[in-house]
């Protein structure tokens, strides 16, 4: 069934209007609050557009289908999220994805207030709830976490979509005073240069790392190497590393490698007298031998607390997580764990960047193992 003569005009009417607006993105952006009003405008007229199509009767077969309000949300000029009320990222337009970095297929189903600066995850979460309780528009100053100097205008709005019985909420996000953000770097697919590249760096890390292993005598502490291994592997894959040796019933923590001047001084001692069993990811890494890759983590508890409660996810910063276990050679027991932080605006841990760190924990396992470093548990 085709769209009544009235429709398809309304609908080349709302598409004129919404190139008109991707166009003025070249204006000041001073004047951006004027049209992301006028763009709020438009995606609400959207979905009042597309709103009777659920009452019509089904296409005759080979009848191509339009989608308005898809259309709509792709071409507008500025980096606009469809979310739910948890913040969890149902669709990307293309500005969001430039601006974000985030690929569309793995931002969708993960929280978009992971992206920011841990002060301002807390509050869109608020806002976005309350907006999805149709508590009304909110506006709020957000940070990302890769271009925290360049302040952004947050805008929520609830949409009832069609077919929905619960409200989504629409975040637009444009620049605040200052210059225009630069949009983050997209990690690169494995087929491109770049990640070639970064193939060979991480070849050359674990040859680094393999020749310090060999390079432990009879004579030499073999947990003292152990933590000079996880030291080159924090210089080429993170900002922190934490290395545990032990079965998950007793495990100690013998050595920790963060930055040379870290911000918070106090950190690397918090980090080394914590008990591992404590910290959750290393805990559960430790017990199951399955290794945790988190690109985007905003839990405040997966690497515990410090002796005053304040969890150490917030004071590191982190935004990027991998903790690895120490499988010995016969793959049937825990000798340890592993564990990596990315902070601040570093780009997420990648899949090749977690297989290489398996790789090295299982090198790291067998001088463990050989070392007699605790009696391990099997898994």
Known sequence: MSRSPERESDVRALAARVRELR?????????YPVLLDAALVELEHAVETLRPARDEPPRPPGTKATYPFKDVFERLPWAVVLMDEQTVVRRLNPAAVELTGLPP???????LAATLRPADRAALRSHAAAVARGEGDRSLPVRLQRLPDSPLHATLTALDMPGECRKDVLLTLTPS????????VREPGPSEPSAVVRQAELTALLDRTDRLLLSCGGQE????????AAGLLRDGLADWALLDLGPARAPARVAVHGPAAPD???????????DPRA??????VTASGAAAVEQLTDDLDRLGTDDEGAPLTVRADVTSLLCVAL???????VLGALTLLRCG????FSLLEAGSAEMAAGHLAVLAQRGGMGRPDPF
């Open 279 to 284: 910290c959750p990811v290393a805990a559960e």
């Open 177 to 184: 005073a200052g210059p225009p953000p630069v949009p983050a």
């Open 105 to 111: 297929q793995y931002a969708a189903g993960r929280p």
């Open 221 to 228: 502490d073999p947990a003292a190497t152990l933590g000079a």
């Open 327 to 333: 499988l010995a050679p016969d793959d049937s027991t």
């Open 345 to 348: 605006a570093r780009q997420p």
């Open 264 to 274: 918070d001084p106090g950190l690397e001692k918090a980090f080394l007298q914590q």
């Open 23 to 31: 166009a003025a993105r070249a204006h000041p952006p001073a004047e």
